[in-house]
């Protein structure tokens, strides 16, 4: 342009000393004409350069904008896969970015912090995240999802707040873990501190000096050594539920029948069951196999069978046994006093006993049914229940 610039100050120039020299007229309308067509040419060529760049600059304006777009469309994409609630608040409180889970959390209708329609605990959060500017991390119980809330004030490189970010993790199935161990670690302490206590009470009377009844002494004795099996029982048993839960039970599977199995187990069983008045009903196809640990296998039937004892007395056991598909099933039925609807779904819980006063008697410890699903479930099998009370009880086993 500045090159343009010079050649019209250089036409100027050479026409404006021509027409001094012609000096008539003619000449000096020729050097009005010749500027204006010079400058004329001079101000176009500028003005198309200028729109050119104009539309330069708009072209590259528009890619950015695009590119704004694509990115901003590739922020959501992302905030929206993450599976826990999202959201940038910005500095009026509104909010401006956030993730499908988020939008469901507050109800969809939200727009900012101060919205009515949030959960009050909720809209508390967001409140104390947007005002204190504080990072924080908070817990969250929400129609039953426990959520752990984490704070993250955002500030620029001068200082200023542009305010936050706020992330709701579910932490259910922790928080439920924690229970269940809680509840899990009382459960053992008070199960183990009673035979303890028993034992520790019994042990200081036979120590007294004055204490002089052999036939006290011996009952204590007796007692003490029940307790102490007891104990052992707990003990055993809770060692080998966690070994199964944690895989570390090598299973010695071998391949048997299992019409014969069963024919051992209530030979084994017959005077037990024979005592409690109780038949049993075997229906085994004799073709059946297995492959299968046949001694934990058993751990699992025989404690169905001291169920069965203990709570279905004067009646009768049925075992059914099927093929099919490759899977084999078992139900295994009593007719006796059946188990409550509201205690069925916790009957496979540690330590879960319906009578506990009653399981205490009878020297029940309530790990029966937990380990036999541990055993059941390494084999990849299933055990299920359905009972009706005053009916009877039927577990139904898939293997
Ligand atoms: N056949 C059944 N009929 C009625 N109630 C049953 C039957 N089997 C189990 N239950 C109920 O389920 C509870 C848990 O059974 P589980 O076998 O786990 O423990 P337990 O028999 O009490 O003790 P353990 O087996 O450790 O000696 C029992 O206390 C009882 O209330
Ligand atoms: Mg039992």
């Avoid at 599977?253 to 069983?269: M, S, V």
């Avoid at 007719?335 to 029940?364: D, K, T, Y």
């Amino acid at each position: 342009m500045l090159k343009e610039f010079k050649l019209n100050i250089i036409i100027f120039l050479i026409t404006g000393a021509l027409t001094v020299w012609a000096n008539n007229r003619a000449a000096i309308l020729l050097f009005i004409l010749v500027q204006i067509v010079a400058w004329l040419m001079y101000y176009f060529k500028q003005d198309k350069e200028l729109s050119s760049i104009v539309k330069n600059v708009e072209q590259e304006a528009d890619a950015a904008n695009v590119r704004a777009d694509d990115a901003f469309d590739k922020l959501k994409a992302l905030i929206n896969a993450i599976p826990s609630p999202l959201v940038y608040i910005n500095q009026r409180g509104d909010f401006e970015v956030s993730n499908q889970y988020f939008d469901k959390l507050i109800g969809e209708k939200a727009v900012n912090v101060y919205d009515s329609v949030i959960d009050i605990h909720i809209r508390q959060i967001l409140l104390d995240a947007f005002l204190n500017e504080k990072q924080f991390v908070r817990q969250l119980n929400h129609e039953e999802v426990d959520y752990q809330v984490l704070s993250i004030p955002l500030v620029s490189e001068d200082n200023r707040y542009n305010g936050c970010m706020l992330i709701f993790q579910d932490v259910t199935r922790v928080v439920d873990g924690e229970k269940m161990q809680k509840r899990f670690i009382a459960d053992a302490s008070h199960e183990l501190r009673t035979p303890i206590t028993s034992i520790k009470g019994m042990i200081e009377i036979l120590n007294r000096e004055d204490f002089d009844d052999p036939e006290t002494a011996k009952e204590f004795h007796e007692q003490i050594e029940k307790e102490n099996n007891r104990l052992q029982k707990i003990v055993d048993d809770l060692l080998l539920q966690s070994r199964l839960r944690s895989n570390q039970v090598y299973l010695e599977k071998t391949h048997f029948n299992l019409k014969q199995f069963f024919d051992g187990l209530i030979h084994e069983r017959r005077q037990e069951l024979h005592q409690a008045n109780i038949r049993v009903i075997l229906n085994c196809p004799s073709n059946l196999e297995l492959d299968a640990d046949q001694f934990r296998l058993s751990q699992v039937f025989l404690n169905l069978f001291n169920n069965a004892i203990n709570y279905a007395k004067d009646g009768e056991i049925r075992i059914n046994c099927s093929e099919k598909n490759n899977r084999i099933k078992i139900d295994f039925k009593d007719n006796g006093e059946g188990i409550n609807p509201e205690i069925l779904p916790h009957i496979f819980e540690r330590f879960f006993r319906g009578n506990p006063a009653r399981g205490r008697q009878n020297g029940s410890s309530g790990l029966g049914l937990a380990i036999s699903k541990s055993i059941i479930e390494s084999h990849d099998g299933t055990i299920d229940v359905t009972s009706e009370p005053k009916k009877g009880t039927c577990f139904t086993i898939i293997l």
